[in-house]
Every structure is written in C-alpha cells, then in structure tokens.
C-alpha cells in the first residue's frame, strides 16, 4: 500500500552499428540497438518525436510524463538500460563499457551472451519487441514538464520487465523488489506516507505526475513534502485528511487509465472521465472501519493539479 495524505476538499539512426565482421553486429548503446532492430524503419521515423519520450531512441535528453503506452515503453527501455548499469546491476562493473555483440546466429542470441551482455541484449530484444506490436497515434506535441525526480544510485530486479532504480539510503531490494525502509506493516500489507500538504493553508499539492511518484520535494515527514515511489509496485492509495477523520482507498485497477500512467486518458469531457463512478472504500467522520461506496473521480487533461478524489461526486462537491 502507498499512504498519501490529501485534503479531501476537495528509442533513425545508423552512425553507431559497428560491424565486427560479415555477420557481426556491436550494440554500443540504445541507439545502435535501435538501429540494429529496424525499428524506425518498420514503425515509422514518427516515432521518435512521439511523446515525451521517444526521443530517446534518437540520442534526445527526455523528460515528463508519458502521453501512452508506447510512450511508457520508450521511458522504460531507457530506464532498464541506466538500471543495470548501477549498484547491484549487471553492468555495474563494466568500466563504463556496456556493450555486447549480436552473432551471425541471428537477432535471437541473447541467450548466448552472459552477465552484463545477456541483460542489456535482454532488455534491448524485449523492448524492440513490445514497441512493434503496439498501435500508436502518433502525438508529437505532447507537453512535457521537466520533474525534481529523486536521484537513483541502485538497480533492482532481474529481467527487463522488473528492472527498478532506487535511491539505497531510503530503500533496499528484497526478494527482487524494491521497498522502502520506513513502511508501516501489519500482518496483511505494508503502507508508507508518500506526500502531504500544509492543512494550515488551502491548497493542492505541488505534484503535476499525475500519482507517477516521480515528483520530489520538501523534507520527508515535515510540511509539504513528496518522495519517489515509482519503483514500488503499489497496489492501493489511500488519501486522508491531516486529522484522520477522513479516508479514502482505492486499488490501481480502479483507479486505471492516465491517473497512473500519464495522461494517455485523460478526458477533455468539462468533468473528466466520463463521470463513471469508481468503486472505493472509504472512512467519514463517524465511521469506524472502512466501508464500501462508489465515487465519480475526475482528471481533467487541462488541470496540472488533476486528478481529483474526493469522498462524494465531484459535481456534488461543485453544487454545495
């Protein structure tokens, strides 16, 4: 569980494929694999204007929340790439070469290499593939706003798809995933207070990541404040109010769509999200335990401080 206090008031190019011999082809970096791949030529050279991210694949510094998945895709590619290359990486003691060789044996032979080679080759075949099968509109203006992310010293996990950085003062890789040092446990699930506002002043929080966790600031535990938690796999928030009196719960597959990955599906509907209503679990004031209610929660594409939860419909809230 990830605990976040909240006023309920509310991947062309070829210049770097090197060729060992007839056959051989040397994977420098993540250009060179893309290059390796075809991937531009078989999706298009739209890609690499797409998103906020996608323009990594072309040697672009990139930076902001991811519009899609295939946005998503290209961040992750990245990241996988810079993950094994820290502490408890792979590549950690490369020497600052992370590279591999592609064989005669075809673009399959990930399985021949071992160590630092095997990974990056594992991380560049997986990702290469995923980008292939996906079906994009293209969206080359996405708005992109730079984020104060927490640097990252540590790389956790095994494989592509479980590739995580992490900061290794605040928290440690168990069992091949990354937890925090501070968590509250019980016998059922661990939580951990992620951000909070002043309750002395009306206000949202600072945060624009659309509940990335990739916003940092303040000073943890004190004030206004925000840590890192997208290394974590959360699967339930809980928003309250400073005094306690009011809470309220919701799983990821509630909450779905961009309030979790971007704003891929945001609404340009005047509320947002075309009013469904999502089931959670919520604790008013005279209550005692949690109890079970559906709430229409909105994130307008327009609102950088979207998206909102509150413990009624948001237009009951408006009309009150």
Known sequence: MIMKIFPLVSLVCSSRVNRQAVNDVLITDLESA???????????????????????LNGTETYGIPVDETDHLCRSWKA??????????????????????????????????SGCQKALCDIDSH?????????????????????NG???D???????TTYKQYNKSDHKCQNGSVESKQRICTQTCCA????????????????NDDLLGIDVYGTPGEGVFSVAYDYTQTDTFIFATMNHKYFLA??????????????????????????????????????????????????MCTSLENPWFPLRDFTDLLEA
């Open 34 to 56: 893309v290059a390796h791949y075809n991937l531009i030529d078989e999706i298009g050279g739209d890609l690499i204007n797409h998103g906020c991210h996608c323009g990594v």
């Open 80 to 113: 996988a790439r810079k993950c094994v290359t820290l502490s408890g990486g792979a590549c950690a003691d490369s020497n600052g070469d992370p590279s591999y060789t592609i064989t005669s044996q075809g673009l399959n032979s990930c399985d021949n290499l």
């Open 127 to 147: 990702f290469q593939g995923r980008l292939k099968t996906m079906q994009t509109i293209f969206k080359p203006d996405a708005v992109c706003l730079k984020q």
């Open 150 to 152: 927490q640097k990252k």
């Open 154 to 160: 540590s790389c956790c996990g095994d494989e592509p």
């Open 192 to 207: 951990k207070l992620v951000r909070q506002v002043d309750t002395s002043v009306k206000s949202m929080h600072p945060a």
């Open 250 to 299: 919701m799983n990821r597959n509630e909450m779905g769509g961009s309030l979790i990955a971007g704003r891929s599906e945001c609404e340009t509907h005047q509320y947002g999200i075309n009013d469904r209503a999502r089931e959670v679990y919520k604790i008013e004031s005279s209550d005692q335990r949690f109890v079970r209610s559906e709430v229409k929660t909105y994130n």
